[in-house]
């Protein structure tokens, strides 16, 4: 009986496998046909605003790992570190929780450069356009609005904004 069950589950799990491959294939497919949604408010190219900063890009993902990074400790980036990065980055990074700021750490130079300019994104990141970090944030204000007050919380982002303004 016990042979017949794991015999039944290996096929469902087969199964399952194939259809997620064929829906996979099928949002491929249709992306590339042109029916990719609605279109994204742009930001502009992380390089140029490092160029803009007179930062070398080698070291402007640094920057940004090192600012994802502090605020994963829960303090704050340095002044220096803020103004390479620019205040878009700053907003996306402060928007995230903590196991998003840690995908940005582990992100490779080249990881993080297709994330930010949507050619392909890293699982579990917070996208990189203005609407999707003010959809976020948002509902993480909502979120906070219903928690009891005595719990701990992580500062907003005008919060955070507004300690090096």
């Known amino acids: ?30 992306m590339k046909l042109g ?3 609605m279109p994204m408010a742009p930001m502009p ?22 600012a994802a990074d502090a605020l994963h400790r829960g303090g704050v980036p340095s002044p ?4 390479a990065i620019g205040e878009d980055n700053v907003k996306w990074l402060s928007a995230m929780p903590t196991s998003m700021l840690m ?3 582990g992100a490779t130079d080249e990881q993080l450069s297709a ?7 890293i699982r579990g990141l917070l996208a ?18 219903l928690k009891p007050k005595g719990e701990q919380r992580r ?3 005008n919060e955070w904004l507004d300690a090096y303004a």
């Open 103 to 105: 995908l940005v750490i």
């Open 45 to 66: 190219e992380y390089e140029e605003v490092l160029e803009d900063r007179g930062v070398a890009p080698d070291r402007g993902y640094d920057q940004l790992r090192s």
């Open 128 to 145: 990189y356009d203005r609407e999707s970090i003010a959809a976020y944030v948002e509902v993480i204000e909502r979120d906070r609005e």
């Open 155 to 157: 500062r907003t982002t």
């Open 80 to 83: 220096e570190t803020l103004a």
């Open 1 to 30: 009986m016990r042979a017949f069950f794991r015999i039944v589950m290996k096929v469902f799990a087969a199964a399952m496998s194939a259809l997620r491959w064929v829906r996979d294939e099928t949002g491929r497919l249709v």
């Open 115 to 121: 994330h930010m300019r949507q050619v392909r994104s």
């Open 35 to 37: 029916g990719g949604g």
